[in-house]
């Protein structure tokens, strides 16, 4: 090969390695990594979402912690949701919470996922009915004891319940709006279920979503994979922010 060709082709190998530098700057990814310098936060137009902060998956009693359990523990997920709370509540942040519960009526769904189909063979989320609280207190479907104190501190907005994995079917959308919430630090569970199911409605909303990712966790499966690794990824690829617990607490202005 002539010098002429070797130059061509050293020029072309150049421009290939620029063409790929420029598209992977444009990747959604590196858009949340310059995102996450720059999102903070104020208690005039931010709130902090939680997801399911139930005992079927944050207690190691509930019927789902075979499944969640390491990750909830790697994550110190209990121990990052409790500190948002605190400083959410210290700092003057509107608290809402999408619980995720099943009425017997719910039964007669006539098809599921394979996940629904587990959630109604274990009963989680469990309760006798839309307007009877028979057996609710620490059952499955009660919210962890140590994040009741922040919970029924009668400030915090419980929203109505969510009925496959995304607030589709609650009211949660609109309790945001009628707030001028624009701005949103979302976790809880699971990770890769309904907290990534709120964030891509939220996001086709219109609002500006943090994922706080120690703050949540998911199931691991030993055929369908590791559900809290499986959100990571897309989470980096849609969220305007992915933060660490630390990180959130700290832009709470």
Known sequence: MTDECHGLASRRELLIAAAAVVA????????????????????????VVFIDPQNDVLSERGANWASVGASVTENRTVENMERIFKAAKAKGYEVFISPHYFYPTDSGWKFNG?????????????????????????????????????????????????????????????QLAKRRISKIILGGMLANMCVESHLREFLERG????????????????????????AMINYRFLAHAVLSTDEAVDRMR
Do not use: C
């Open 207 to 230: 609002f500006e979503v943090a994922m706080v990712k120690d703050a949540t966790a998911g199931p691991r499966h030993p055929i369908w994979g590791d559900g809290y690794q499986a």
């Open 114 to 174: 394979p996940l629904e189909t587990d959630e109604f063979r274990t009963h989680s989320f469990a309760r006798r009915g839309p307007l009877d609280l028979t057996g609710f207190p620490n059952s499955g479907a009660d919210w962890l004891d140590r994040f009741k104190p922040y919970i029924e501190d009668g400030k915090t907005i419980v929203v109505s319940p969510h009925k496959v994995w995304g607030p589709q079917t609650n009211d949660l959308v609109l």
């Open 24 to 47: 992977a700057a444009s990747l959604p990814g590196a858009a949340v990594a310059a995102e996450t310098q720059a999102m903070t936060f104020q208690n005039a137009d931010t709130a």
